[in-house]
């Protein structure tokens, strides 16, 4: 339990870290190696240098929507573990996959992978087939 | 170098069974507990009955495009590893991530995350602007 709870604030902070668009608070979320992320439609990031200067990109864009998580799920596999939570940006949905290893007695991050839900509507018969 | 072999060689059986569209394989891919996935566009699926359910349908469904992969890159911490590769789907390109714990001698995936690489066109303004 202790484990759990460990995650969830070390999940939290990182998502703290995007409501501030801190980098440097982003910064600490993460391992300091053999780290690597896959931003929603981006080809995958590896090391550290990569991973921190594409969140410097997103954070200090101003058009960047808030990212918010929730129902996060915890598994942990001895000295890593996975959170998996979905994010809400701009409206949408995303399913995130975020990876931690333990390091002494903290959590950091050392993987995230985020894509959009696709919400999947009532089906209608095209328009076009109407006319 | 005997760890990132293995875990190459499990790695691909997870794309061989997706080619020969072999639930039977990949259920034997598979750890027996504590796994997730995430399919793309789709919520967080929990638990092997779950997540091996979701691939019957995907390997049964006779407009599923075959699944390829590439540039497998490996990450291993202790017991458990990352693999992260290219996959190719219908003329698409998914950024994948697949988690494996060791077991015995044996790596097992115990989640999988893939999600569309956007191909960034080179820009052209809107139609309706033109207008």
């Known amino acids: 339990m202790a484990d759990e709870e460990a995650l969830l604030a070390a999940n939290a902070a990182y998502?703290?870290?995007?409501?501030?668009?801190?980098?440097?608070?982003?910064?600490?979320?993460?391992?300091?190696?053999?780290?690597?992320?896959?931003?929603?439609g981006w080809m995958i990031l590896e090391g550290?240098?990569?991973?921190?200067?594409?969140?410097?990109?997103?954070?200090?864009?101003?058009?960047?929507?808030?990212?918010t998580?929730?129902?996060?799920?915890?598994?942990?596999?001895?000295d890593t573990a996975r959170v998996l939570c979905v994010e809400s940006v701009g409206g949408g949905m995303l399913a995130a996959t975020n990876l931690f290893r333990r390091e002494g007695t903290e959590w950091k991050m050392i993987h995230h992978h985020a894509s959009p839900i696709v919400q999947r509507m009532t089906e209608a018969p095209p328009r076009s087939r109407l006319n």
């Open 69 to 78: 998580a929730r129902r996060p799920v915890v598994y942990v596999d001895g």
């Open 48 to 67: 550290r240098d990569e991973v921190l200067k594409s969140y410097r990109l997103i954070l200090l864009n101003p058009n960047q929507d808030p990212v």
């Open 15 to 40: 998502y703290a870290a995007f409501q501030r668009a801190d980098p440097t608070a982003m910064a600490d979320v993460w391992a300091q190696d053999a780290v690597t992320c896959i931003h929603p």
